[in-house]
């Protein structure tokens, strides 16, 4: 079984399934290996959404274990990272190798493309948060 990546946090509000949990990040995050997927280690806090059934069980201002799959986090990197460098790459590619075009205006379109992959991403949010899933324990 993996190993999840866990964050320690306070609830600040629960109820209608799902829970809202204070994260304050810590030096910590510097020396974790998938500091990059989670996004946590970026501010100082963040405010996490977990689904649960048991949301009723929790309360505000008490401390919980919130944590998500490394396979999760690895497909958030995949999505915001890896999909832009291949948009921009392929485009690069396209418009400078095979059409002939300068490498100014291909670069420029090439961001263009970026632009558009992120807006795609933007519009299919909905969906892509229901693919990542957190867990919440209690301390």
């Known amino acids: 079984m993996e190993r999840r990546i866990e964050h320690a946090g306070l609830v600040e509000r629960a109820g209608a399934g799902k829970v809202c949990v204070?994260?304050?990040?810590?030096?910590?995050?510097?020396?974790c290996r998938a500091r990059e997927a989670c996004?946590?280690?970026?501010?100082a806090e963040k405010i996490v959404e977990v689904l649960t059934p048991d949301a009723d069980a929790y309360r505000a201002g008490e401390e919980v274990?919130?944590?998500?799959?490394?396979?999760?986090?690895?497909?958030?990197?995949?999505?915001?990272?890896?999909?832009?460098?291949?948009?921009?790459l392929a485009l690069l590619v396209?418009?400078?190798g095979v059409?002939?075009?300068?490498?100014?205006?291909?670069a420029l379109f090439s961001l263009?493309?970026?632009?558009?992959?992120?807006g795609g991403l933007w519009l299919l949010?909905?969906?892509?948060?229901?693919?990542?899933?957190?867990?919440i324990t209690k301390r």
Not at 22 to 31: L, Q
């Open 22 to 31: 204070r994260i304050t990040s810590h030096g910590a995050c510097a020396s």
């Open 39 to 43: 996004g946590l280690g970026e501010s």
């Open 65 to 88: 274990l919130v944590g998500v799959n490394p396979r999760m986090g690895a497909r958030a990197v995949m999505l915001a990272y890896v999909g832009a460098l291949a948009v921009l």
């Open 94 to 96: 396209l418009t400078v």
């Open 99 to 106: 059409l002939g075009w300068s490498e100014g205006r291909g």
């Open 112 to 118: 263009l493309g970026v632009g558009l992959y992120y």
């Open 125 to 135: 949010r909905r969906r892509i948060e229901n693919t990542i899933h957190f867990t």
